[in-house]
């Protein structure tokens, strides 16, 4: 019975923990390989608290790093991010059911309450921008929800989610 309940638990934590969705867009042109170092652009205005910033920077270096890319004063590329918060739409509903069979009638009401905290999606833009020519080149628009309820552990690994998810797909191919 304590294996049916913890299995139920753990069903309802993974399908209520919906997944990152990601867009990408680039250049066609720009010339990838060319790019060894990084940067964040001095001037940023992620719209993220300075933790969830730190987080977010510290899994950026970590996965720029695993590619062989260098963090740099006088960097290829600089990263931009923007974010931005928007409720999750309430899925509160009222249904209406009117039947009958052999002479007797029946009608019944019934109204869906959500539960517990709202919770927001988030969704982070991801800009890369060529230093030299101060062109964007690659752009990746992540959207996932989050919850203020969130531990920082939670947090640590859902910004660590993204960031994975957003740069797997960088350099073009």
């Given amino acids: ?50 933790l969830d910033e730190k987080r977010l920077f510290r899994s950026i270096d970590s996965v720029m790093q695993a590619r062989g890319y260098e963090n740099s004063a006088s960097p290829d590329l600089y990263i931009n991010i923007e974010s931005s918060n928007r409720p999750k739409p309430v899925n509160s509903s009222v249904g209406i059911g009117i039947g009958g069979s052999n002479r007797n009638i029946g009608g019944g009401v019934s109204v869906g309450v959500p539960i517990g905290q709202q919770d927001q999606y988030r969704q982070i833009v991801f800009d890369l921008v060529d230093v030299d020519n101060d062109e964007l080149i690659w752009q990746a628009v992540s959207e ?8 920082p552990a939670m947090r640590e690994v859902k910004l660590r989610e993204v960031v994975e998810k957003v740069f797997s797909k960088y350099p073009p191919e």
Avoid at 19 to 37: E, I, L, P
Avoid at 144 to 151: F, R, V
């Fill in 1 to 50: 019975m304590r294996t049916l309940f913890s299995s139920i638990c753990i069903c309802f934590l993974i399908s209520s923990c919906s997944g990152v969705k990601v867009t990408y867009d680039y250049d066609k042109k720009a010339n990838f390989s060319q790019f060894k170092t990084y940067g964040f652009y001095p001037k940023m205005q992620s719209g993220l608290s300075q």
């Fill in 144 to 151: 996932g929800t989050i919850s203020e309820a969130m531990t």
